[in-house]
């Protein structure tokens, strides 16, 4: 993987939605701000890399050919970006309680 593969649109696309919609804005507590922000953006990541993974496993089985590594690291970019739109929504608009 190389700076040339990072920088094509839809991962980058990728990177920077995730990135964004990860934060979590407190104007008065830069703490808070930094602590939630980091903890949406590993836990998404976490959770997209986990489905991927579980997603490959079940590939692998029932047709016995998995993802390929650019495959794998865009589904599990993407499932993370979804992931943090949830989060967005729940956060910010209240969505979910």
């Known amino acids: 993987m190389n700076l040339r593969w990072l920088l094509q649109p ?50 692998a089985k029932f047709t016995k050919k998995g993802l390929n590594r650019d495959q794998f690291i865009k589904m599990a970019l993407w499932l993370a970006v979804l992931t943090a739109v949830g989060a967005s929504l729940e956060f910010y608009f209240g969505m979910g309680k």
Not at 32 to 52: A, P
């Open 10 to 59: 839809k991962v980058f696309a990728a990177i920077v939605l995730w990135v964004l919609l990860s934060l979590r804005i407190y104007p008065l507590d830069l703490m808070k701000t930094l602590w939630d922000s980091g903890k949406i953006f590993i836990g998404s990541g976490l959770y997209g890399l986990g489905i991927t993974i579980i997603f490959n496993g079940l590939l």
